[in-house]
């Protein structure tokens, strides 16, 4: 398996403009989430599915953030408008269902807005 | 709310020496989960410790979970360089409501020194 897929790998962009970070899962992981990485805060989980379907995104900082899940091998976060606050290692991981399954972790994107 | 604090944040040893990373929780857990993050790279699963007292042992990483399920360490025999790294705990809650999402500590960076 080739793992969590994420792209893009770095994103730089400019303050306003809409920023889309996707991922894939393992096949087969039915839980997926999203996390964004800085060193003041660590790791925030952002928003999470489980079967394609989000159930917890109170972690999602404000209305300029959403995340999509059209079907299992796919995942969308976007920011519209971007802003330089955002910049941070977005990560992807994805897992079995249920609380006895370590996370598999994408390589992540890293975000830059200037 | 539920809190994961990991100590020390920074490590910086000799190679050859021991390391020990600790994490305790606000509440109790119903299991912890182990990470490694190289620098530049995404966290990588370790192990999971679910039982009261429970010890585990990967070559010369020890886990262990306490007693009352609310603190747990992790322990490196004779570091070499390739420990390098962040050590994040994360653990899940004893509650239905928040079961299924994992509270991330802040990691421990170790530092190797050849």
């Known amino acids: 398996d080739a793992g969590v897929i994420q792209s893009p790998r770095h994103e730089v962009t400019e303050m306003g403009q809409e920023v889309t970070l996707r991922c894939k899962p393992i096949s087969g992981h039915n839980s997926l989430f999203w996390y964004r990485q800085t060193m003041m805060r660590g790791l925030e989980l952002l928003i999470y599915?489980?079967?394609?379907?989000?159930?917890?995104d109170s972690g999602m900082p404000e209305d300029r953030f959403s995340a999509k899940m059209p079907n299992a091998s796919f995942s969308t976060l976007k920011i519209q408008p971007s802003e330089p606050r955002d910049s941070a290692v977005y990560f992807c991981a994805s897992s079995p269902m249920g609380t006895l399954h370590g996370y598999t972790f994408g390589s992540g994107t890293r975000l830059t807005v200037v | 709310g539920q809190q994961v604090m990991q100590i020390p944040q920074y490590q910086h040893v000799q190679e050859g020496e021991d390391f020990t990373t600790y994490c305790n929780s606000s509440t109790t857990l119903s299991n912890i989960q182990w990470y490694k993050q190289r620098p530049g790279g995404h966290p990588v699963f370790l192990i999971q410790l679910v039982k009261s007292g429970e010890v585990k042992k990967q070559k010369r990483l020890t886990f262990q979970f306490g007693e009352a399920k609310k603190n747990s360490s992790l322990h490196i025999t004779a570091t070499q360089t390739t420990d390098v790294g962040t050590y994040f705990c994360?653990?899940?809650?004893?509650?239905?409501?928040?079961?299924?999402?994992?509270?991330w500590g802040l990691g421990t960076s170790l530092a190797v020194n050849p």
């Open positions: 599915f489980n079967n394609n379907v989000p159930i917890d």
């Open positions: 994360a653990g899940r809650g004893n509650n239905a409501g928040n079961n299924r999402k994992l509270i």
